[in-house]
């Protein structure tokens, strides 16, 4: 408590220094260099090519603010326009920096020690030892590395109202430890949370009460707010976010929610990011002692030669220029910050609304943009080919957040697995990655590189492999849970499901289906309404998201019609069986009642592996 006293008088005595000193002047060569011509010149394009109402983007040295400024409209009904200093962007992931800067300040005070057990410090509930003598640590939460399972829990966000308390959700949703900590970065939601809940178990303070004493008003952030449900002043000033629907652009349903500290629901000026960036970049002590050094420092890397995690931040690589970066998503809202060291430089972006690929304007093309137009083009290194033993490696692999027991495990079946297989050489040829097949050459043990570029792809062990800069991994599969065994077992089964709802009818009017067509008929008919409520949710990647984070009534219903769908086909079953072994009806009519049945339990096979049917989330 002392050290924090004393972090809190140097905060406002640095604080006192800077609001009797004008802003002090950007490198000339952030100026020299036209870097914020070229940032407009992005806004404004990609605006009106994306169909963007408003943003928010600024630049920033070490010395302070260079340049920050609205686009656009807050609200499209009410055309407000974006004013940097007052209009409040929904933060997304970025507000994870927070989280990540309030557990070290307590670490700084000595009232958290990184690598100590989480449970030390939770009240109400324990993290559940699965790995036994490797607990889960408060480091581990800080780098992605605490090994839980990822979902995106049904129900977990509102548009307005009420909210679950962080402690109790946590100990609700708390998801299965699906690898040992320290193992591999992944990205992780839940560990953040947990993070931000050690902070309220600590301090015996709400995490957002915390936040602006400790993170907003030391810097003056008075635009900023993790609170929820949100206040008068930040309903008055936060801007609307929109998400695609068939008719255009709406307003998104989800605003907040329980689990809030991991960016649902923090909100933040341009000004005020932008003054955050630039004391992250001075290691400006009103962050704590040492805290911005830490946060910028590499903490875990998945491999010896790849960019870090550092807490909270995530280091990589473009153009083989260092960077640091976080980048934050929802429904409506993108937003990002990045330091280029290369050029003495950061900035900070935030956008109101998707865009038909579904990622509104984010950072990563702008960084990408201002890196080509400002810095000389580097060559990739050349290193030398070995002999490697690449067949070890071959399989089919998905993404590590691929929840294992929750709804999102469907993601592999939408987005497509990656097949490693060995080419000439001993070189590695995967597919899955970066939208087409790629060669991969081997450096070394379990190294390879994509000649030419500055990709790395390296295998932690024989079922795990990591890109360069990523913050997810890829985990081996087996044959039986291949999502491309499902596509094709759903193929048949809609084949199935049009002939038997087309074609019972049919036979009925004539007079030639027999009284047990009815079973597959009102199973064809149960899949057919699962898939048109899919269709209706699925207008848009934001839209669906959405619905799944608000739990909204359309889904429910949807998933209770493909659950309805297995007794219904165990029924089916039964009769098929009892159909051949008694030769009921003719050879033909036996033949396609068992091709419905096989096309019904390819069905609820699909459904099985992807935990449409045990519902476990409602």
């Known amino acids: 408590m002392e050290s924090r006293v004393r972090r809190r008088l ?79 962007f929904s933060l997304a992931s970025e507000a994870k920096l927070f989280t990540a800067q309030a557990v070290l300040q307590l670490v700084e005070d000595g009232a958290v020690d990184l690598d100590a057990d989480v449970n030390e410090y939770l009240e109400g509930f324990r993290i559940e030892d699965a790995y036994p003598g490797r607990p889960v640590t408060v480091r581990n939460l800080l780098t992605y590395t605490g090994g839980f399972d990822e979902d995106h829990f049904i129900g977990m966000g509102v548009e307005s109202g009420p909210v679950t308390p962080l402690g109790e959700e946590l100990e609700e949703k708390q998801p299965e430890r699906v690898r040992p900590p320290g193992k591999l970065v992944s990205y992780d939601n839940y560990g953040f949370a947990l993070a931000a809940y050690i902070v309220e178990c600590v301090t015996d ?57 991991v960016g649902i629901g923090p909100v933040a000026s341009g000004d005020d990011m932008a003054v955050y960036l630039a004391a992250m970049m001075a290691r400006d002590p009103r962050l704590g002692d040492g805290v911005a050094e830490r946060m910028l420092s590499p903490q875990f890397r998945n491999a010896p030669e790849f960019s870090a995690m550092g807490f909270g931040w995530e280091q990589t690589s473009v153009a083989g220029r260092s960077v640091w970066f976080k980048a934050g998503d929802l429904p409506g809202f993108h937003t990002g910050m990045a330091i280029i060291p290369d050029l003495g430089i950061g900035f900070h972006i ?86 087409k097949k790629v060669t991969w050459t081997p450096v070394g043990e379990g ?13 932690i062990d024989r079922d795990t492999f990591a890109l ?12 039986f849970q291949n999502p491309t065994l499902y596509r094709v077992l759903l193929a048949a089964a809609l084949a199935s499901v049009l002939l038997v709802l087309v074609g019972v009818p049919i036979a009925a009017w004539h007079r030639r289906a027999a009284p047990r067509w009815i079973v597959p008929w009102v199973n064809a008919a149960l899949v057919t309404a699962f898939i048109a409520i899919g269709a209706v949710l699925a207008e848009s990647k934001g839209a669906f998201t959405v619905a799944l984070l608000t739990a909204d009534p359309l889904l429910v219903a949807a998933l209770i019609l493909a659950a309805l769908t297995l007794p219904v086909t165990v029924v089916q079953v039964v009769f098929a069986v009892r159909a051949l072994a008694k030769r009921q009806g003719s050879v033909m009519g036996r033949v396609s009642y068992a091709a419905a049945t096989l096309g019904a339990v390819a069905f609820t096979l699909a459904c099985a592996e992807y935990n449409i049917l045990s519902l476990p989330f409602l």
């Open 205 to 261: 303070m709400p995490f957002a009460k915390y936040l602006e004493d400790n993170v907003f008003e030391p810097l003056g952030m008075g635009a900023s707010s993790a609170a929820v449900p949100y206040d008068e002043e930040t309903e008055r000033d936060v801007a609307t976010g929109y998400i695609i629907g068939r008719d255009g652009k709406r307003p998104t349903e989800m605003r907040y929610g329980a689990l809030f500290p």
């Open 447 to 459: 190294r390879y590189v994509r000649e030419g570029t500055f990709h790395r792809l390296t295998f």
């Open 468 to 479: 360069d800069g990523h913050v997810i991994g890829y985990e081996r599969v087996e044959w």
């Open 350 to 435: 935030a956008s109101n609304a998707d865009s038909d690929e579904g990622g509104g304007i984010g950072p990563v093309d702008l960084l990408e943009e201002v890196i080509a137009e400002h810095l000389p083009a580097l060559e990739a290194p050349e290193e030398e080919a070995v002999t490697a033993d690449s067949e070890q490696y071959e399989g089919t692999f998905i993404s590590s957040r691929t929840s294992r027991n929750g709804f999102i495990r469907f993601r592999p079946l939408v987005d497509g697995p990656v097949t490693v297989a060995t080419g000439e050489e001993g070189s590695l040829v995967t597919e899955g990655l970066f939208g």
């Open 10 to 88: 140097a905060a406002w005595a640095a604080l006192a220094a800077t609001a009797l000193a004008p802003l002090a002047a950007a490198p000339a060569k952030a100026e020299d260099d036209g870097v914020w011509d070229t940032m407009r010149g992005y806004v404004e394009r990609e605006m009106e090519a994306r169909d963007v109402p408003g943003v928010a983007v600024s630049l920033v040295s070490e010395e302070g603010v260079l340049h920050s400024e609205g686009f656009g409209v807050a609200d499209i009904d009410g055309g407000e326009k974006v004013d940097p200093e007052t209009t409040r």
